[in-house]
């Protein structure tokens, strides 16, 4: 696992009607405040790679489908430096992702339909605190085996 990451098991509350899905409280492992909630759709065989925030910690949950990430750590002083990590997040797989700032992140829909991906983040987004970069940054391959 890369330094400061955290994968938390999250609570889903069977309901007649309908389920309750935890994603965060305020006392839960990863929270570092509260700037922004959003969702995103992630179509099948989607890549969107590669993005770092400076700033933001990013708290992921996937309530619908399935999203494979994959995190790099470029940080020359952390001891996981040079290494990839990588995470499936589902309903069947339900856990939150906590990735703190200056890591690589990138994510695929990896089921048959559009995967919903929620992002609990500790700032506000700002375009000036984020780098991106191409998916042939990095030596890792996308292709997902069937």
């Known amino acids: ?5 955290q ?8 309901v007649e009607g309908g389920d309750v899905l ?10 570092n405040g509260y ?9 099948h ?5 590669w993005k770092r925030h400076r700033s933001m910690v990013m708290n992921l949950v996937v309530p619908v489908g399935k999203i494979r990430f994959v995190l790099y750590d470029d940080r020359e002083a952390s001891p996981t430096y040079g290494r990839f990590s990588e995470f499936l997040l589902s309903r069947e ?3 939150r992702l906590t990735v703190p700032p200056m890591v690589w992140i990138g994510f695929q829909g990896v089921d048959g339909t559009p995967s919903l991906l929620l ?3 500790d700032i506000e987004h700002d375009p000036q605190e984020t780098d991106r970069v191409g998916l042939e940054e990095f030596d890792f391959s996308w292709k997902v085996e069937e």
């Not at 696992?1 to 990451?5: K, N, P, R």
């Not at 935890?22 to 929270?31: Q, T």
């Open 1 to 5: 696992m890369i330094e400061g990451v």
């Open 7 to 14: 994968l938390t098991e999250l609570r889903i509350i069977e």
């Open 119 to 121: 992002n609990v983040a």
């Open 45 to 49: 065989g989607a890549t969107k790679a």
């Open 93 to 95: 797989n339900y856990q």
């Open 22 to 31: 935890h994603a965060m409280k305020r006392s839960d492992p990863g929270f």
């Open 35 to 43: 700037g922004e909630a959003y969702f995103s759709t992630v179509e």
